[in-house]
């Protein structure tokens, strides 16, 4: 069984400053891990994935997210945050096999202030 | 390449009804999925179809709910009869990863939000 735990419900940040949402996984197997955001009144949007290649894995609009075995982590940076990042974004993991199915946080809704 | 789409957007019912949610994938994929998201958690898979066979259902609330996917494309979720605690956004998303998307993307529609009074 796998499950993400995404810390802190909400996350304020000014324009221009270091975004940083949390995730931790829990997995029976190596799992995969992903990023979505969704913006109001829409889908989710893939930001990036680890797939056991690069632990380091470089997303869409500026993001990024390190995978640490052995902090069980998968934290999602940015290095400065924009007014268009404030959404809600989702940590999700899945296992590697055959039709494994997303499981996903309960999601981080990031403010951005001017 | 057009999204995956989704109808109605909005839908408001009272509690027994009936309602039918519609999808339609991004044409090719084989994987569909429908996703319950209640208001402040992250979406929940109700039902994988892997073209129009089930492969995955253990979370659908088989006593009310039920989906089908004809000939590997379309799909509809039913809710009948709804109760107070159906009020959610349903998602419906698709993959081409044939083996059910596994480290694939999976696409996502705009969603359906259901209002249950």
């Known amino acids: 069984a796998q499950s993400v735990t995404q810390l802190g419900s909400h996350v304020s940040v000014s324009e221009g400053a270091l975004v940083l949402l949390r995730c931790n996984y829990s997995?029976?197997?190596?799992?995969?891990l992903f990023w979505y955001v969704q913006y109001p009144n829409q889908g989710l949007q893939l930001l990036l994935k680890y797939t056991s290649a690069a632990t380091l894995v470089k997303g869409i609009n500026g993001f990024e997210a390190e995978f640490k075995k052995s902090e069980t982590s998968f934290h999602l940076t940015k290095p400065s945050a924009h007014m268009s990042d404030a959404a809600e974004y989702f940590c999700a993991v899945s296992g590697n096999s055959g039709y494994s199915t997303l499981t996903f946080g309960k999601g981080t809704m990031l403010l951005v202030s001017p | 390449e057009a999204g995956v789409a989704q109808s109605p957007r909005y839908k408001i019912i009272e509690k027994r009804q009936s309602v039918a949610f519609w999808c339609n994938p991004i044409?090719?994929?084989?994987?569909l999925y429908w996703y319950q998201q209640i208001l402040g958690q992250g979406p929940k898979l109700l039902i994988q179809?892997?073209?129009?066979?089930?492969?995955?259902d253990s979370q659908l609330p088989k006593d009310r709910f039920s989906a089908e996917r004809l000939k590997g494309v379309d799909s509809t979720l039913k809710i009948q009869p709804a109760k107070l605690e159906d009020s959610a956004v349903y998602l419906c998303?698709?993959?081409?990863?044939?083996?059910?998307?596994?480290?694939?993307?999976?696409?996502f529609g705009p969603g359906t939000r259901l209002t249950v009074l």
């Open positions: 997995s029976s197997v190596p799992p995969y």
């Open positions: 179809f892997q073209n129009n066979g089930v492969v995955d």
């Open positions: 998303a698709s993959s081409s990863r044939t083996s059910g998307g596994v480290g694939g993307e999976q696409f």
């Open positions: 044409s090719g994929h084989a994987t």
